[in-house]
């Protein structure tokens, strides 16, 4: 894993939020609130989760820091969570653009909950924390079925695609 292929992962994880996002904005606020099943109930509960550990995972790595778990009735729209996630990816653009290769390697040490300490490599956290919001993503588009709504197709091979057709390759 180098730097320069965290930063691709990245943008493809801001694009495909982006392509959530499209979709999210149709749905009434109700229905963003809305218990509908899943890990954590809502869509808007799920985001907001996806969004506090994407920064929670970057202040561990020494980037800016989020403080405690951001708490999903602080978001009660969808475009709160939108204009938040906005800067964590400024902040995550930052951190990323002052690593070098060899920085992926250093250790961090952290503990989830009441769990024992852990340590893992910056650059697998960060890789975590992109493939964790795949995970979330594809719940949050199993919700939008249940309520009705078709989210598209927001898997890499589509943004790789139209990434190839932006440019001409």
Request: glycine fraction near 8%.
């Amino acid at each position: 894993m180098t730097v320069k292929d965290l930063n691709e992962l990245y943008d493809y994880s801001c694009w495909a939020n982006q392509e959530l996002f499209r979709v999210l904005s149709q749905l009434p606020p109700n229905q963003f609130t809305q218990t509908v099943g899943g890990s954590y109930g809502s869509i808007r509960n799920t985001l907001v989760h996806m969004m506090s550990a994407e920064w929670g995972w970057l202040s561990r790595c020494g980037g800016s820091e989020r403080g405690a778990a951001l708490a999903p009735n602080d978001y009660p729209t969808c475009d709160s969570v939108k204009n938040t996630w906005k800067k964590i990816e400024i902040y995550v653009r930052h951190f990323l653009s002052r690593l070098e290769d060899d920085d992926l390697n250093r250790i961090v040490e952290f503990t989830l909950g009441s769990s024992q300490k852990r340590s893992m490599s910056i650059g697998d956290l960060l890789h975590h924390a992109i493939v964790h919001g795949v995970h979330h993503r594809g719940q949050v588009a199993l919700m939008l079925r249940t309520l009705g709504y078709a989210p598209g197709n927001f898997d890499l091979l589509f943004y790789d695609a139209e990434k190839r057709a932006m440019t001409g390759q």
